[in-house]
C-alpha cells in the first residue's frame, strides 16, 4: 500500500507542483489551500504518513497543523517548508516533532530524499508498534497478575529477541511449554517454526533420528530420508520438554549440536548448518542429576545460559481467579456456551491446594463447563465435594483483636507441615518433600532454616 501524503500550502502552483511530484513517485497525495480547512481535514480523515505544511499562511500557522496531526497520530511524519525561516523557528518546530524544517526555494530532488526518510522513519514506528502489540499478545498467556508470574513475564519479554539457550524449571503442570511458546511467539523468531519433543515420550534408539534426521537405509526401517526437528525449526525454536530424561548417549551428541550449531543426520558422514534457540525445560533436579551421573554437566551449562523458574500455582494464589475465569473463555468458547461463575464456585475453585497446578485447574474448569446445564458455573459443576466445606489451601483463622506477627505465624504453620510431612513418611524426605510439592532441594533447605536435626530420619531416601 503507497504512502499518504498531505500538503498545506497557500500557493496554488506550489500545491500543484508537489502534488505532481509525490504521485509520479508512487504516493497518495491530498493537498489543503490554508490552515482552517487542514485542521478540519486532519480531524475527519484517518491519519497520513506524512504531511508537508508551509510555516506561515494568511489564516494562521503551520505550527498548528503540526499541533494537530501529533495529536492525531504521533507516528506521523511532518515536514515545515517556509520562506522566511529562522533558527529560532526551527528549533521549536523540531521541539514539537517535525521531522525536518526545509527553506524555500528548494530542490525537488532534495526534498523527495528528505520525504523519503520521513516515510523510512514512519514505516520504522509502525513496525515498532506492530512488534510490540505481537509480544504484548504473546504474553497475555502467562495469566495472572502476582509479583511472581510478573517477573517471569519480565524475563521473557527481556529475552525474547535473544538467540540465547534457555532452561525452564518447574513443577509438573505450571505452564512451562506455555512460557516457551511465549519466549517464541513473543521474539523475532515468532514467524518462524516452533516445535517441541517431550524427551520422556521417545525409546533411546528413536531419539537421535527424531532430533538430528535420518538418510534413507540408515537403519532397518528408514525407506526414506528424514530431515529431524532441528532442521524442521530452522529459523525459529525447538522446545526440548523433560529434558532430563534424555539418554546419556544423546545428550553427548545435543552438547555438539549445540557447541556446533551443526546436525549431522543418523547415516550421514556431512554436517548440516543449523540456525536454532533451543529453549529446555524440566520438572528434575538437574545438578542433582550431575551428582548422581544420569546429566552431563557440560550440556547443563550449555542450557542453562538463563534459567527462568516457573512458580507453582501455590506460590501464587492471587493468580487462580484470573486462570479460572481465562479457562472459561477458552473452554466456553470451544464448547459454544457462555457461562459465568456463582461466588461459591468462584470462592471453591480459589481455596483449593491443586497440587498439580495450573493443569489441574484447567482441568477442573474444563470438566465445570462441560457439565453445566445453566449459564453460570455451580458447586454442582465441580469435582465431588466442593458442596461440602471440601480441603481448603488455608485453614480458617480467627484474628486476634490485638493482631499477630504474620511472618511469625507462617514461619510456625511451615515447620509444622513439615514435621507432619516426615511423621506422615516414617522420616524419609524425599518422599515427605514429595508430600508437600516441593523438590527435595527445597525441602531439606527449609529443614535447615528451621535447624532440624540432620539424623531425623532419611536425608536422601
Same mark, same amino acid.
Request: glycine content about 6%; some cysteine.
Given at each position: 500500500?503507497?504512502?499518504?501524503?498531505?500538503?498545506?500550502?497557500?500557493?496554488?502552483?506550489?500545491?500543484?507542483?508537489?502534488?505532481?511530484?509525490?504521485?509520479?513517485?508512487?504516493?497518495?497525495?491530498?493537498?489543503?489551500?490554508?490552515?482552517?480547512?487542514?485542521?478540519?481535514?486532519?480531524?475527519?480523515?484517518?491519519?497520513?504518513?506524512?504531511?508537508?505544511?508551509?510555516?506561515?499562511?494568511?489564516?494562521?500557522?503551520?505550527?498548528?497543523?503540526?499541533?494537530?496531526?501529533?495529536?492525531?497520530?504521533?507516528?506521523? =511524519?511532518?515536514?515545515?517548508?517556509?520562506?522566511?525561516?529562522?533558527?529560532? =523557528?526551527?528549533?521549536?518546530?523540531?521541539? $514539537?516533532?517535525?521531522?525536518?524544517?526545509? =527553506?524555500?526555494?528548494?530542490?525537488?530532488?532534495?526534498?523527495?530524499?528528505?520525504?523519503?526518510?520521513?516515510?523510512?522513519?514512519?514505516?520504522?514506528?509502525?513496525?515498532?508498534?506492530?512488534?510490540?502489540?505481537?509480544?504484548?499478545?504473546?504474553?497475555?498467556?502467562?495469566?495472572?497478575?502476582?509479583?511472581?508470574?510478573?517477573?517471569?513475564?519480565?524475563?521473557?519479554?527481556?529475552?525474547?529477541?535473544?538467540?540465547?539457550?534457555?532452561?525452564?524449571?518447574?513443577?509438573?503442570?505450571?505452564?512451562?511449554?506455555?512460557?516457551?511458546?511465549?519466549?517464541?511467539?513473543?521474539?523475532?523468531?515468532?514467524?518462524?517454526?516452533?516445535?517441541?519433543?517431550?524427551?520422556?515420550?521417545?525409546?533411546?534408539?528413536?531419539?537421535?533420528?527424531?532430533?538430528?534426521?535420518?538418510? $534413507?537405509?540408515?537403519?532397518?526401517?528408514?525407506?526414506?530420508?528424514?530431515?529431524?526437528?532441528?532442521?524442521?525449526?530452522?529459523?525459529?525454536?525447538?522446545?526440548?520438554?523433560?529434558?532430563?530424561?534424555?539418554?546419556?548417549?544423546?545428550?553427548?551428541?545435543?552438547?555438539?549440536?549445540?557447541?556446533?550449531?551443526?546436525?549431522?543426520?543418523?547415516?550421514?558422514?556431512?554436517?548440516?548448518?543449523?540456525?536454532?534457540?533451543?529453549?529446555?525445560?524440566?520438572?528434575?533436579?538437574?545438578?542433582?542429576?550431575? =551428582?548422581?551421573?544420569?546429566?552431563?554437566?557440560?550440556?547443563?551449562?550449555?542450557?542453562?545460559?538463563?534459567?527462568?523458574?516457573?512458580?507453582?500455582?501455590?506460590?501464587?494464589?492471587?493468580?487462580?481467579?484470573?486462570?479460572?475465569?481465562?479457562?472459561?473463555? $477458552?473452554?466456553?468458547?470451544?464448547?459454544? $456456551?457462555?457461562?459465568?461463575?456463582?461466588?461459591?464456585?468462584?470462592?471453591?475453585?480459589?481455596?483449593?491446594?491443586?497440587?498439580?497446578?495450573?493443569?489441574?485447574?484447567?482441568?477442573?474448569?474444563?470438566?465445570?463447563?462441560?457439565?453445566?446445564?445453566?449459564?453460570?458455573?455451580?458447586?454442582?459443576?465441580?469435582?465431588?465435594?466442593?458442596?461440602?466445606?471440601?480441603?481448603?489451601?488455608?485453614?480458617?483463622?480467627?484474628?486476634?483483636?490485638?493482631?499477630?506477627?504474620?511472618?511469625?505465624?507462617?514461619?510456625?504453620?511451615?515447620?509444622?507441615?513439615?514435621?507432619?510431612?516426615?511423621?506422615?513418611?516414617?522420616?524419609?524426605?524425599?518422599?515427605?518433600?514429595?508430600?508437600?510439592?516441593?523438590?527435595?532441594?527445597?525441602?531439606?533447605?527449609?529443614?535447615?532454616?528451621?535447624?532440624?536435626?540432620?539424623?531425623?530420619?532419611?536425608?536422601?531416601?
Amino acid at each position: 500500500m503507497s504512502a499518504r501524503i498531505l500538503v498545506v500550502d497557500d500557493e496554488a502552483g506550489l500545491r500543484k507542483m508537489l502534488e505532481i511530484l509525490f504521485r509520479r513517485a508512487g504516493y497518495e497525495v491530498d493537498t489543503m489551500p490554508s490552515v482552517t480547512p487542514a485542521l478540519a481535514h486532519i480531524e475527519a480523515e484517518d491519519s497520513y504518513d506524512l504531511v508537508i505544511t508551509d510555516l506561515l499562511m494568511p489564516d494562521g500557522s503551520g505550527m498548528e497543523v503540526l499541533e494537530k496531526v501529533r495529536e492525531k497520530d504521533r507516528s506521523t =511524519q511532518v515536514v515545515m517548508v517556509t520562506a522566511y525561516a529562522t533558527t529560532e =523557528q526551527a528549533v521549536e518546530a523540531m521541539r $514539537k516533532g517535525a521531522y525536518d524544517y526545509v =527553506q524555500k526555494p528548494f530542490r525537488n530532488d532534495a526534498l523527495r530524499a528528505t520525504v523519503e526518510k520521513a516515510l523510512e522513519k514512519r514505516a520504522l514506528l509502525d513496525e515498532n508498534r506492530a512488534l510490540r502489540a505481537e509480544r504484548r499478545h504473546a504474553l497475555r498467556d502467562l495469566v495472572g497478575r502476582s509479583p511472581a508470574l510478573r517477573q517471569v513475564a519480565d524475563l521473557v519479554g527481556r529475552l525474547a529477541d535473544a538467540p540465547t539457550s534457555v532452561l525452564i524449571t518447574g513443577e509438573s503442570g505450571t505452564g512451562k511449554e506455555v512460557v516457551a511458546r511465549s519466549l517464541h511467539t513473543a521474539g523475532i523468531r515468532a514467524k518462524r517454526p516452533f516445535v517441541a519433543l517431550n524427551c520422556g515420550a521417545l525409546p533411546e534408539a528413536l531419539m537421535e533420528s527424531e532430533l538430528f534426521g535420518h538418510e $534413507k537405509g540408515a537403519f532397518t526401517g528408514a525407506s526414506t530420508a528424514k530431515e529431524g526437528l532441528f532442521r524442521a525449526a530452522t529459523g525459529g525454536t525447538i522446545f526440548l520438554d523433560e529434558i532430563g530424561d534424555m539418554p546419556a548417549s544423546v545428550q553427548v551428541k545435543l552438547l555438539r549440536v549445540l557447541q556446533e550449531r551443526r546436525v549431522r543426520p543418523v547415516g550421514s558422514e556431512t554436517e548440516i548448518e543449523v540456525d536454532v534457540r533451543v529453549v529446555a525445560a524440566t520438572n528434575r533436579d538437574l545438578e542433582a542429576g550431575i =551428582q548422581d551421573g544420569t546429566f552431563r554437566q557440560d550440556l547443563f551449562y550449555r542450557l542453562n545460559v538463563v534459567h527462568i523458574a516457573v512458580p507453582p500455582l501455590r506460590e501464587r494464589l492471587e493468580d487462580i481467579p484470573h486462570l479460572a475465569e481465562h479457562f472459561l473463555w $477458552k473452554y466456553g468458547a470451544l464448547m459454544h $456456551k457462555r457461562l459465568q461463575f456463582s461466588p461459591e464456585a468462584l470462592r471453591w475453585i480459589s481455596n483449593q491446594p491443586y497440587p498439580g497446578n495450573v493443569r489441574e485447574l484447567e482441568n477442573v474448569i474444563e470438566r465445570a463447563v462441560t457439565l453445566a446445564t445453566t449459564d453460570e458455573i455451580t458447586l454442582d459443576d465441580l469435582p465431588p465435594g466442593a458442596s461440602d466445606s471440601g480441603p481448603r489451601l488455608v485453614p480458617s483463622v480467627v484474628l486476634p483483636e490485638e493482631g499477630l506477627d504474620l511472618s511469625a505465624y507462617l514461619a510456625e504453620a511451615e515447620r509444622n507441615l513439615l514435621m507432619a510431612a516426615l511423621e506422615r513418611t516414617g522420616g524419609v524426605r524425599t518422599a515427605a518433600a514429595k508430600l508437600l510439592g516441593m523438590s527435595f532441594r527445597s525441602f531439606r533447605y527449609r529443614l535447615a532454616k528451621y535447624d532440624f536435626d540432620e539424623n531425623d530420619g532419611d536425608s536422601s531416601s
